[in-house]
């Protein structure tokens, strides 16, 4: 099957980033993809509003998935996104949201918190408290993470050793001192840890790096976007997984117990 990932820079507005994820799915839909992965916390940035996204948070119910859903229902494409769920008064969930067909099909709230590099995003966001299921996309499993996840190995084990053969990321990567190189190098980390594929979609702007990247399970870069709005697709291959299982058995050479969730 063929993967996408979507970047662009998030406007204070959400009806504009609704119509720019609504004109992405219908470039990926017209180019053969079956799964999109776009960036996280899609409703609303400011950069002079460090905190608009949870203030500008939707029930999944709201106006913004609604149209998203709407286009959805044109296609089997599957779309994998983050949007701020309100939840106490003040607070919200970064949740994850996976859409086919005009419906969600799975949601995820993220488990880490982006508390680094000066940046407390609990002060107003609640953590998830369990792992997402697989979700299955043209006979792939797919594993659910969120940004900060990437830093942390074992989730995107214990995904795989539930059976995933790919794993996607919406991300809002922060800039800073050596921070792309953490993103390159923790990107193609997981795909050798996991030896899954890697489908990781970053938000562009003035504050974060977009970069985009697809890799495969022997941590090869396949597909990569700059820091301007983007759309790179590549092929997953069962082919390839099992090529490279076979020559790297990772996951069956493990001496440790899997990664005990929560």
């Known amino acids: 099957m063929f993967a996408a990932a979507g970047q662009f820079a998030v ?17 990926a839909v017209k180019r053969g993809v079956s799964l999109l992965v776009l960036p996280e916390a899609l409703l609303a940035r400011d950069d002079a509003d460090p905190d608009l996204s949870v203030k500008s948070a939707q029930r999944l119910e709201g106006e913004f998935l609604q149209r998203l859903l709407q286009e959805s ?10 949007i701020h769920v309100p939840s106490l008064p003040g607070r919200a969930v970064n949740t994850l949201v996976a859409l086919r067909a005009g419906k969600i099909v799975a949601s995820y709230a993220k488990l880490h918190l982006y508390d680094a590099f000066s940046i407390q995003e609990s002060r107003n966001v ?7 299921p697989l ?27 539930h059976g995933a053969d ?3 990321l919406p991300a809002a990567w922060v ?7 953490h993103w390159s190098t923790l990107l193609a980390a997981r795909a050798l840890d996991t030896t899954c594929y890697m489908v990781a979609a970053g938000e562009c702007g003035n504050k974060n790096i977009g970069q985009s990247r697809i890799i495969d ?6 597909a990569a976007a700059a820091e301007c709005p983007a759309l790179i697709m590549a092929e997953i291959s069962a082919a390839r997984i099992r090529q490279v299982r076979a020559q790297l058995p ?11 969730l929560l």
């Open 166 to 168: 790919v794993l996607v």
């Open 126 to 132: 609640d953590a998830g408290k369990a792992i997402a």
């Open 73 to 82: 229902a044109n296609n089997t494409l599957t779309t994998i996104l983050t």
């Open 11 to 27: 406007s204070p507005v959400w009806e504009e980033n609704a119509e720019t994820c609504v004109s992405l799915m219908s470039q």
């Open 250 to 260: 990772v996951l069956r050479n493990r001496r440790f117990a899997p990664p005990q």
């Open 175 to 181: 800039r800073g001192s050596l921070k792309e190189h």
């Open 217 to 222: 399970p022997f941590g090869v870069t396949v």
């Open 135 to 161: 979700i299955e996309v043209e006979g792939f499993k797919v594993g659910l993470m969120t940004c900060y996840d990437l830093r942390f190995p074992e989730l995107s084990i214990a995904q795989a050793l």
